[in-house]
């Protein structure tokens, strides 16, 4: 990991990494992170399919709370992250500046975890445009206010995925219903 590090973003100055599906672990997102910190180049990561867990959402959570990065898109779907990893994230939410779409679908990270990233967006970041939260179970109803609250609160956002998440109907109609004033709002649930 650490020489494609090496190569793509310092040597080549890649502003497009895709690693996808390369079976890398925390450690391969701790090499990487530790070049984000301090990388203006890179814009677009696609980490899905890998296995980055919770230690490696916090350090590349932590690298781009740094403000030093100019990293917009962030794919991190499918990667074993569970609530522990989403909290780094969300607090990375209330500083990062940069950062427009985030990815997260196919992760563990519950109710509490989408509550923490909602609760990001609505008070804290105004940069974030697209997310996706795509199946990640969702135990509860009660889920859906913050969500709700984020599509009210949260003037940039310009789509939300929310499907396979085990809402029930009458959640999903409340989102519908929520973002049906919106022209330029899409809703995927």
């Known amino acids: 990991m650490e020489y494609v590090v090496q190569e793509a973003i310092i040597r080549k100055q890649c502003k497009i990494l895709?690693?996808?599906?390369?079976h890398i672990r925390s450690e391969g997102a701790s090499a990487l992170a530790n070049?984000?910190?301090t990388n203006p180049i890179l814009e677009k990561l696609y980490r899905d399919h890998n296995c980055v867990s919770d230690m490696g959402a916090q350090q590349l959570?932590?690298?781009i709370s740094a403000n030093n990065t100019n990293l917009r898109v962030l794919l991190l779907g499918s990667n074993?992250?569970?609530y522990e990893g989403a909290q780094h994230l969300a607090e990375m939410l209330k500083t990062n500046r940069t950062l427009n779409r985030l990815?997260?679908?196919d992760n563990n990270i519950g109710d509490r975890a989408i509550q923490l990233l909602?609760?990001?967006l609505t008070l804290h970041n105004r940069t974030v445009?697209?997310?996706?939260l795509n199946g990640n179970t969702l135990e509860s109803d009660l889920t859906v206010d913050f969500l709700v609250d984020m599509r009210k609160s949260n003037q940039s956002l310009k789509e939300l995925r929310v499907c396979k998440c085990n809402l029930s109907e009458a959640s999903k109609i409340r989102l519908r219903d929520t973002v049906r004033s919106k022209r330029d709002f899409e809703l995927r649930a």
């Open 61 to 63: 959570a932590q690298a």
């Open 118 to 120: 909602a609760q990001a």
């Open 80 to 82: 074993c992250i569970t």
């Open 103 to 105: 990815y997260l679908f």
């Open 18 to 22: 895709d690693l996808s599906a390369n």
């Open 35 to 37: 070049v984000l910190a």
């Open 129 to 132: 445009t697209h997310i996706d």
